[in-house]
């Protein structure tokens, strides 16, 4: 029988299989889901959701109603109030449409640009050899906002919920903003000049530069404690990371391996791994944000 190769992938694919690979098998592979209720999820699909809206309305109309954002938060925010007794998350909703509104903290460096894409979809191709056969990996995704500069260069955005920057070892080897710079090649014939992480309840964000090939002085200012700036992880390298991880997911034995950290306490599976870290936070709520949770067995 032929073993089936997994060769459809997403940048969250990658991501979960380098923070562990049981759990990108548990997920992908066994198609053990967890059906469960998290403010955090819900809130980072009404942001992004109104951002997408915002834009359009930016690209198809060269304004913004204040009215229509917040009519669109208010609406959007249903699905995650019954979590968010404090209203601290809906309060970050609006501060960030305010801030959109008034072309406030990152918003400033798209006032009056070019809207290219808004949610555009890719489908890059990544054609390697595995077990004797010529093999086309496939990465589905999604890019919040695509714009051209001043200069005319293209520039890629990620619009980012989380409370926390990244440092600059993610910064320098995450391969979201890297693939991206791909997928943009492949459809526009030209490389981004930066991708962007927007993060919205920080009101601030992170810049990564395009390079083809990361020169020596480059590798020097980034080896600095705190780099002014940081180029991104480049094409050659990027492709050699995801062929890599391409492997290792079809693997049998590689794709069971386990990295117990305290970042199992937050997993979904940690109640059914055998080698998850039994750390647990000092202080904890565990009620405060998860609702519901429950577990089942798909099928292919």
Not at 4 to 30: A, G, H, M, V
Not at 255 to 282: E, G, Q
Request: proline share 3%; net charge positive; aromatic share 12%.
């Amino acid at each position: 029988m032929m073993t089936k190769i997994y060769n459809n992938l997403s940048y969250s694919q990658i991501e979960t299989f380098e923070q562990c690979p049981q759990k990108w098998s548990f997920r992908y592979i066994d198609k053990i889901l967890f059906e469960q209720q998290n403010i955090h999820l819900d809130y980072g699909s009404a942001v992004h959701k109104g951002l997408e809206n915002a834009f359009r309305d930016l690209k198809d109309n060269h304004s913004l109603s204040e009215e229509n954002l917040l009519q669109t938060v208010n609406t959007l925010s249903f699905d995650y109030a019954y979590g968010d007794t404090k209203g601290e998350l809906y309060k970050y909703a609006i501060e960030d449409m305010k801030r959109l509104i008034h072309y406030q903290g990152f918003y400033e460096k798209i006032k009056d640009k070019e809207i290219v894409g808004i949610e555009e979809e890719f489908n890059l191709k990544i054609p390697t050899m595995f077990s004797g056969e010529n093999i086309e990996i496939n990465i589905k995704g999604y890019i919040d906002l695509i714009y051209r500069d001043d200069d005319g260069k293209l520039v890629v955005v990620d619009h980012k919920t989380s409370k926390k920057k990244f440092d600059k070892n993610k910064r320098r080897n995450n391969l979201q903003i890297p693939i991206y710079f791909l997928a943009i090649k492949n459809k526009y014939g030209e490389y981004p000049k930066a991708g962007i992480y927007n993060f919205t309840k920080l009101n601030d964000y992170q810049e990564s530069l395009f390079a083809s090939n990361i020169t020596i002085e480059q590798q020097k200012l980034m080896d600095k404690r705190s780099p002014k700036e940081i180029w991104a992880k480049d094409p050659n390298n990027t492709v050699k990371d995801i062929i890599h991880t391409f492997k290792d997911m079809n693997n049998a034995k590689l794709r069971t391996t386990t990295k117990p950290s305290p970042l199992c306490y937050w997993c979904d599976y940690n109640i059914i791994c055998s080698n998850a870290s039994s750390w647990k936070p000092k202080e904890k709520n565990e009620n405060r944000y998860k609702t519901t949770e429950k577990y089942n067995l798909g099928t292919d």
